[in-house]
C-alpha cells in the first residue's frame, strides 16, 4: 500500500473522529442572537429581532425566571410563540434566544416500565434518560407504498373485541364515548392483555388525581413493565398537551422501527384536538366548525397517520375519543371516524346496567376484520351479530308481550341464550381472555343458537 494512500486514510479518520468535536466547537463558537419579548397576550408570547423556525424553540426571560416557549407562527419579523409552561414572572422586555437544536425526545428500550413528561423527563423518580438516543418529535410516516399490510390478527385480551371487533396487527382504531362510560378502563385492560410486544400510552388532559390510580390500580405492575407512559394533565400548557401526543408516537416509532409490534393508546384524542385548538386561536386563526380552527383538521391526519404498519414491525393506534355531549356525529369524532380503520362504541346505557366493558358491539365497526379473521370465525361472529340485531328490533315487542315464540327464529335464539349471551360479553377488568380460548367460547356460544347462521 502506498504511503500516499496511507496519509489519506489515516486524514479520513481523523476527520471522522473529530467531525462531532468540531461540529460543537462550532456551534459553541457562534454569537448569541438575543431578541426580547414584545408583547404577552392570552396564551402567546410575541418576540421581536430574532431569527427561529416554526417549531423550534426558544427561551424566554433571564436568569430570574426563564421558561422556555415553541415558535408556532411568523409574521415578518415577529414570532409568536407558546410557552411550555406558565407564563407567571414573565415581563415584555425579557429576553428571548434561539435553543439551536432540533425537536426531540429519549427513545427505545430505555423507556421500557418509565413514567415521563411531554418533554421526555422522568417523572417516577428512575433515573434520567440522558444516555437514550433520541427521535425527532415531528417526524413523517413511512411511504405507503412500503408500509406492510394488516393482515394478522393481533390479540387484546378482551373477549368483545378479539371476536367481534377484531383487531389486525398495525390496524388504527378508535374507542368512542361520552365522560365515564369506562374507556381508561377499556385501555388499562388492553394493555395488560394485548400480544403486542410493547404498550405506549399517552394521557393527555387527564385529571391528576386519576394519573396515579390509573398506574396502580388499573394498569398495574406487569402493565407497566412491558409499556411507556407519556403524562400531560389537564393543567398543563395546551403546547405540553400536544407535545405528549407527539412524544408517545416518536417513541412508538422507535420500537417500530426496532421491528417490534407495538400498541400505541392515546386518552384523548379529543383532548389533543382541543389543546390544538387553544393554540390556533391564541396565534389569530380563525374559528371554523364548533369553534375549532381548521390547524386542528390538518393535525389530525398528520397524527394518526404515523401510526400503522411500517417496512419493519408495527403500531396499532387505539385512540378514545370523548364525544361532546354523546352526539357521535360532532366534528372531532366525525373526522376521526373517517380517518381510523374501525370504531367501538361504548354504551353509557350499558354502563348505568353495570356491564362492563360497556361496548356497543352492534355500532361498533372493524374496517380489517375480513382479512385477519378465518372463515369459520367469520360465520360464528356475523352470526352472534345476526341474534343481537333481531333481539334488539323486537325487544319492545318482547318487553310488552306482544312477541309469539316461533315467529322468528333468530330472536327465538337470542330470548333463550340472552344470559348466555351477556356473560360472553362482560368480563371483569382484571380477567383477560387469550384470542383462542375467546374464538373457543363463542363457538359454542353459536352451536347453541340451533339453524342459524
Not at 427521535?135 to 405507503?144: K, R, V
Not at 378508535?174 to 362510560?181: D, E, N
Not at 403486542?196 to 394519573?211: H, I, K, N
Request: proline share 8%; aromatic share 2%.
Amino acid at each position: 500500500m502506498s504511503a500516499q494512500l496511507v496519509s489519506h486514510r489515516l486524514a479520513a479518520g481523523v476527520r471522522e473522529i473529530l467531525a462531532p468535536q468540531v461540529a460543537r466547537a462550532v456551534e459553541a463558537a457562534r454569537p448569541e442572537v438575543r431578541g426580547r419579548v414584545s408583547g404577552i397576550v392570552g396564551l402567546s408570547v410575541e418576540v421581536s429581532g430574532l431569527e427561529a423556525a416554526v417549531g423550534e424553540t426558544v427561551r424566554l426571560g433571564d436568569e430570574r425566571y426563564s421558561i422556555p416557549a415553541e415558535v408556532v407562527a411568523a409574521e415578518g419579523s415577529r414570532l409568536r410563540c407558546l410557552p411550555l409552561g406558565h407564563l407567571t414572572g414573565l415581563a415584555a422586555g425579557a429576553p428571548a434566544v434561539a435553543v439551536r437544536r432540533p425537536s426531540d425526545v429519549p427513545v427505545g428500550p430505555a423507556l421500557l416500565g418509565r413514567v415521563v413528561d411531554a418533554l421526555g423527563n422522568p417523572l417516577d423518580g428512575g433515573p434520567p434518560l440522558h444516555t437514550a438516543p433520541r427521535g425527532p418529535l415531528h417526524a413523517t410516516p413511512p411511504p405507503a407504498m412500503t408500509r406492510g399490510r394488516v393482515d394478522a390478527p393481533l390479540s387484546l385480551g378482551v373477549r368483545a373485541l378479539d371476536t367481534l371487533v377484531p383487531a389486525g396487527r398495525g390496524q388504527r382504531f378508535g374507542i368512542f364515548a361520552g365522560s365515564g362510560v369506562g374507556k381508561s378502563s377499556l385501555l388499562s385492560m388492553i394493555a395488560r392483555g394485548t400480544s403486542a410486544d410493547v404498550s405506549v400510552l399517552a394521557l393527555v388532559g387527564e385529571r391528576g388525581r386519576e394519573v396515579r390510580e390509573f398506574l396502580e390500580d388499573d394498569l398495574g405492575p406487569e402493565g407497566l413493565a412491558r409499556s411507556v407512559v407519556v403524562i400531560a394533565t389537564s393543567d398543563e400548557a395546551p403546547v405540553l398537551r400536544l407535545r405528549a401526543s407527539l412524544t408517545a408516537t416518536t417513541v412508538a416509532e422507535s420500537f417500530r422501527d426496532m421491528g417490534a409490534d407495538c400498541v400505541l393508546m392515546m386518552d384523548s384524542l379529543t383532548r389533543v384536538a382541543m389543546a390544538q385548538r387553544e393554540i390556533g386561536l391564541s396565534v389569530g386563526e380563525p374559528p371554523a366548525t364548533r369553534g375549532y380552527p381548521p390547524s386542528v383538521f390538518a393535525l389530525m391526519p398528520r397524527l394518526l397517520e404515523r401510526a400503522g404498519p411500517g417496512v419493519t414491525g408495527s403500531i396499532t393506534g387505539i385512540y378514545t375519543v370523548l364525544v361532546d355531549g354523546d352526539d357521535h356525529n360532532e366534528p372531532i369524532a366525525d373526522n376521526a371516524r373517517s380517518i381510523l380503520d374501525g370504531h367501538v362504541v361504548l354504551d353509557r346505557r350499558l354502563a348505568t346496567a353495570g356491564h362492563f366493558p360497556t361496548i356497543d358491539v352492534l355500532e361498533s365497526v372493524s374496517r380489517v376484520a375480513g382479512r385477519v379473521t378465518t372463515p369459520e370465525q367469520k360465520s360464528a361472529a356475523t352470526a352472534l351479530r345476526r341474534v343481537m340485531a333481531a333481539h334488539r328490533d323486537a325487544k319492545e315487542l318482547i318487553d310488552v308481550g306482544a312477541y309469539q315464540p316461533g315467529a322468528n327464529p333468530e330472536v327465538d335464539a337470542a330470548v333463550a341464550q340472552l344470559p348466555a349471551i351477556n356473560a360472553f360479553l362482560r368480563q371483569d377488568i382484571h380477567d383477560i381472555t387469550p384470542a383462542p380460548q375467546a374464538w373457543a367460547q363463542l363457538q359454542q356460544l353459536v352451536s347453541t343458537f340451533g339453524g342459524v347462521r
